[in-house]
């Protein structure tokens, strides 16, 4: 990837993680996608996932420089904007596949990840259950999804910036 980092999270609906971190990086994430991961089911369908049975997340995954934006910065931001301390929740959206997830890519995001959880948790009043785990398979979301709510502006979702 030439100097390039990538980067997966999930929480809750990936429509609003999506618009929220191409908003704030837009100059710092060079691609951007989402889809699931987490889970055992081969190339899942957004129905598949939505059942509850495939143990993917709605994630999303971008690639972006590390040069530009420090990977505990994405991190920091992932806590702003939705609710870490709702097990498979946000807001009205319910089930695994909102869960809060990091998947990292190599133990240096590990690390990263672990320490920005214990350097935010003091930001809530209830303890942070966002699973830090290994990144695996990540399979992109059907079409219609990318980029939802810039082609659909009205679109709902229940991300809000946490501070």
Not at 148 to 153: D, M, Q, V
């Amino acid at each position: 990837m030439d100097g390039l980092s990538k980067a997966t999270f999930a929480a809750g609906c990936f429509w609003g993680v999506e618009n929220y971190f191409r908003k704030e990086f837009k100059d710092s994430i060079k691609s951007m996608q989402v889809g699931y991961t987490g889970g055992a089911v081969p190339e899942p369908s957004y129905e598949q996932v939505c059942s509850g049975r495939t143990g993917h997340a709605e994630a999303v995954e971008m690639v972006f420089d590390p040069k530009q934006v420090g990977y505990g910065q994405l991190v920091e931001y992932l806590f702003r904007i939705h609710d870490p301390t709702t097990k498979d929740r946000q807001g009205n959206d319910r089930g695994t596949q909102y869960r809060s997830a990091i998947f990292y890519h190599d133990d240096e995001q590990r690390q990263v990840a672990e320490a920005t959880k214990q350097k935010v948790q003091p930001r809530f009043k209830s303890p942070i259950v966002t699973e830090i785990v290994p990144a695996g398979k990540f399979w992109s979301a059907e079409e219609y999804h990318q980029k939802y709510l810039i082609k659909n502006p009205g679109g709902y979702c229940n991300h809000r910036m946490q501070w």
